[in-house]
């Protein structure tokens, strides 16, 4: 399958990459860090396209998912991907983080699928949004990240919904995973307090396992939503 992965350079992302590359798919991997995808790209054989690509400008992103497309044929796969929280207490936060995170998260989110959705209802493909468990829940001195989260498991479920005859929709929604995720955040005691946390969840390889697992499942059926948390017995 031909398949596009945004915030592809590290952690979940190219943990995803290594795992579909295993399995033989077609990628474009697009991320902000040309350096990081280039050597992603060099370790899995220089057989994929990378784009230098911020969700967050349209233009670029498109033109990115066209030269893809124009390339193989069709897109069968979006993994929406790239995202972001910074922590603070909501009555502390800053303005500028509270827009970073709804701009990534979901009008970053808006802008691939409103770019991939007509190849993908071309082809009857897939869409894996990553959501979390903040997707159902709100925890403290993560507000905005978590309404940005619920967001996205809304608007994975409009499309289910909407185009259930037309495309997959699956919603990846874990808990803690040990990626630099933590590092956006600013609040000296709060990284302190978080840094062992996510330092103790789960590999990204977990996470990847998952979304292929979703990806190559059997045309006929629908993994609508998979919600994977480290197992604290073993923390």
Request: net charge negative; glycine share 8%; aromatic share 6%.
């Amino acid at each position: 399958m031909n398949i596009i992965i945004t915030g592809a350079s590290s952690g979940i992302g190219a943990a995803t990459a290594e795992r579909l590359d295993k399995n033989g798919h077609q990628l474009l991997l697009l991320a902000r860090s040309e350096g990081k995808l280039n050597e992603l790209n060099q370790k899995l054989g220089n057989r994929h396209q990378v784009a230098v690509a911020d969700v967050c400008e349209y233009d670029n992103l498109k033109t990115a998912v066209h030269h893809f497309a124009a390339s193989f044929g069709q897109i069968d796969v979006l993994v929406n991907n790239a995202g972001l929280g910074v922590f603070d207490p909501v009555g502390d936060g800053k303005i500028e983080d509270w827009h970073t995170m709804v701009d990534v998260n979901v009008k970053g989110l808006l802008n691939a699928i409103h770019i991939c959705l007509p190849y993908l209802r071309k082809s009857l493909g897939h869409l894996v949004n990553l959501g979390s468990v903040a997707s159902h829940n709100v925890f403290p001195n993560s507000g905005v990240y978590c309404a940005t989260k619920h967001a996205v498991l809304a608007i994975s479920e409009s499309l289910r919904m909407e185009l259930s005859e037309e495309l997959r929709v699956t919603t990846i929604s874990p808990g803690a995973v040990n990626t630099p995720f933590i590092d956006q955040t600013n609040n000296e005691d709060l990284l302190k307090s978080y840094k062992s946390y996510f330092a103790a969840g789960m590999s990204p390889s977990i996470i990847a396992e998952q979304i292929t697992w979703a990806i190559e499942a059997p045309k006929n059926v629908v993994l609508s939503e998979i919600m994977i948390r480290p197992n604290k017995q073993n923390i």
